[in-house]
């Protein structure tokens, strides 16, 4: 079975970084695939990195606040793209608990918030990763 | 033991003319149980080695702090970092913050304004107004500053790749309320080395980056002499994940690194260093950061009398603002924030700090609401005027753990120096990756400890409760961003777009040759040039900076 491929993401201007570069550690530990998008990325190139590199998971960073417009943009281009049935989708960072149910109707599957540890996150996408045909 | 008692009488003497000239706070300091409380404390037989490593407060090295009598003269500039949304709306919570006691404002910028975009730009969306205040031309700044006279406030703004560009516009400002720019005080963070390693607003690459800094240095020397033209910056290395050693050295390299460049450029380092200051974090271990900060203010004055032969004391001294770490405080429990905050704050005191900003409790969540924010600022007047801790002089000098750990913590930064030095300088450590690689892996042990138990966050992963409501939490409405989006379209309507266009291109004549960029910098912000023209204008010539994979 080949290894979980991951996209860790930082749409948008937000350059915190230090939690997207902790999980991206954690999962290299726990056997996965990490490609890191650096910072600054339009959804355009998100979506784009992600099928380039036939990803199983796209986890998504913010901490600047602009998750209700970026998180729901990548989402759309997803299922234009026809990876929504493929690619689980994932967010973290500051998202106030009051805005998790419209980042999930938009497809995010799961939002993980401040002191999330790095363990339910590995778990999380070993239970949830979409199994390829 | 002579030499220090005549160190000891002319400091005296010193004392006794600035406390004529300028009273302290009271005449007499006492407990709260009537017990005398004296300016300074000092070991029962002080000598040579005492005053060596030590010193007297006000003196080289500058250990016990930068000021004879710290506090007792005057509490630190009490600076609550604030701005969203629309220039019209931070500017009523600014003239709040100075109605409730606030002594400096402390403008946080949204992230197109600090990456050089208007709010207009395709990469704009999303972000105006959210981490910060929207400033896309001078007509926002005069809206920030409107009834906000310029020669009463103390104004810090958090803003790097353009901070020469937003200085503009404060000066500008100034202008139009009759203020000259020698009126005006405070200070621009202005230093790009720690977003290349940390914090990623970065817009040219190091080297023209180090250019526009230089350019700042010089003006700012002649023509705004009462300004901070640098805050180098530790706070965000350190919420980047490093320790409290790799604050202190990494922060003391980089300004290394802008004093060089400086010399380079035909400065003298007595003419731009008494206007460097510096920023760091307040993070937990209480004790450890008190030591942190004597041990950065030991090693700066060394490393600027013995490696730059700075001699004007004030280009000796580290003078800094804190900020308590926004990365301690916790989405869980949130009220415990309150708690984390004033130890934090405390422990900012107590290493003789002199300015600081409070975060709020609800950080973990948004931005701050009002209510935090005032709770935030109380933090900072309990302390100052209830605690006691500000009658007397570095009250915790001569704990034999404060001194042990201010030496460690000055040895292990001047190794990280060292290290430095060999790669050619911090310009080059982080072009290698080196300071990002470093930071990344203290980040993942700080989170293996958490997450194996060993370090504790109370109400995380342990005493952890069913969730709690935080409550209100403040939101930037997404329609500001059409707002400043009209008013920009109304702006360059308005404006004399032939004027903006010879001033767009004297500017970047400039930048493809050697002038100070500032003046052009005010001549085009005073043409209604917008932030994003004058940065493009800029992209143009320099380029933009690619950052290396590190992970």
């Known amino acids: 079975m080949r290894k979980i491929r991951v996209l860790a993401a930082k749409p948008g201007l937000d350059g915190h970084d230090r939690g997207v570069k902790v999980i991206a550690a954690a999962l290299r530990d726990a056997g996965m695939e990490v490609i ?58 500051v998202i106030p608990e009051s805005d998790v149910a419209a980042m999930k109707e938009a497809g995010v599957a799961d939002i993980f918030g401040p002191g999330t540890s790095t363990h339910q996150i590995v778990e999380y996408i070993q239970q949830n990763v979409k199994q390829r045909a | 033991m002579s030499d220090f008692n005549q160190q000891l009488m002319a400091w005296q003497a010193k004392v006794d003319k600035l406390v004529a000239k300028r009273p302290e706070r009271k005449d007499q300091f006492t407990t709260i149980s009537g017990l005398p409380v004296e300016r300074l404390y000092l070991p029962q037989e002080p000598g040579e080695a005492y005053a060596d490593k030590l010193g007297l407060p006000g003196e080289y090295p500058y250990t016990r702090g930068v000021q004879p009598n710290m506090y007792r003269g005057r509490l630190w500039t009490m600076r609550q970092y604030a701005g969203f949304a629309t220039a019209a709306e931070s500017n009523q919570r600014y003239r709040y913050l100075l109605d409730q006691g606030t002594t400096g404002l402390s403008v946080a910028f949204d992230l197109p304004t600090q990456i050089g975009y208007d709010a207009d730009h395709k990469l704009a969306q999303g972000e105006v107004g959210k981490v910060g205040v929207s400033i896309s031309s001078l007509k926002d700044m005069e809206l920030l500053f409107d009834q906000i006279p310029l020669d009463k406030v103390s104004t810090s703004m958090t803003i790097n790749a353009p901070a020469g560009i937003l200085l503009a516009m404060y000066i500008a400002v100034g202008a139009k309320q009759g203020v000259g720019p020698d009126q005006l005080r405070g200070t621009i963070q202005n230093d790009i080395l720690k977003e290349y390693s940390s914090r990623g607003t970065y817009i040219f690459p190091p080297k023209p980056s180090m250019r526009i800094i230089t350019n700042i240095f010089a003006y700012c020397a002649e023509e705004v002499p009462s300004w901070n033209t640098i805050s180098i910056s530790g706070y965000h290395i350190r919420e980047a994940g490093s320790t409290a050693v790799q604050e202190v050295a990494f922060t003391l390299a980089n300004g290394m690194a802008y004093v060089k460049a400086a010399m380079e450029a035909g400065l003298d380092v007595d003419q731009f260093a008494p206007r460097l200051s510096f920023f760091f974090n307040a993070h937990s271990e209480f004790l450890e950061e008190v030591a942190k900060y004597r041990a950065a203010r030991r090693l700066w004055a060394r490393i600027m009398k013995e490696r730059f032969g700075a001699t004007n004391p004030k280009s000796l001294m580290v003078r800094f603002h804190t900020q308590t770490a926004g990365c301690s405080l916790t989405a869980q429990q949130p009220k415990n924030n309150i708690v984390r905050v004033a130890f934090q704050a405390m422990s900012a ?36 005027y209830e605690s006691g801790v500000t009658s007397t002089v570095d009250p915790l000098a001569g704990s034999y753990y404060i001194e042990e750990l201010t030496d460690e913590i000055e040895k292990g930064a001047e190794a990280y120096i060292a290290k430095i030095d060999e790669m050619g300088g911090a310009v080059e450590a982080v072009e290698q990756g080196y300071v990002q690689r470093e930071i990344q892996e203290a980040a993942y042990e700080y989170q293996k400890a958490i997450e194996s138990g060993d370090r504790v966050v109370v109400g995380v992963n342990k005493f952890a409760t069913a969730k709690e409501s935080p409550g209100d939490i403040l939101r930037v409405d997404p329609k500001v961003r059409l707002e400043q989006m009209e008013a920009l379209a109304k702006l360059k309507a308005e404006r004399d777009n032939a004027a903006v266009e010879q001033k767009l291109a004297a500017l970047k004549a400039a930048a493809q040759g050697e002038d100070n960029l500032m003046p052009h910098f005010l001549s085009c912000v005073q043409s209604y040039a917008t932030l994003g023209e004058i940065c493009d204008t800029l992209r143009g010539v320099f380029g933009e900076y690619q950052a290396p994979t590190t992970i």
């Open chain 2, 349 to 384: 005191v107590l290493g003789g700090t002199q300015s600081l900003h409070t975060n709020s409790m609800d950080e973990a969540l948004a931005l701050p609401t009002q209510e935090a924010v005032t709770i935030a600022l109380r933090t900072q007047q309990i302390i100052g």
């Open chain 1, 36 to 93: 890191y998008t650096g910072l600054r990325q339009t959804p355009e190139q998100i979506v784009a990195t992600a099928i380039q590199e036939d990803v199983d998971v796209i986890a998504l960073s913010i901490l600047s606040g602009a998750h209700d417009y970026l998180f729901p943009e990548v989402m759309k281009l997803v299922k234009e793209k026809g990876l929504d049935d493929e690619v689980l989708v994932l967010g973290g960072g």
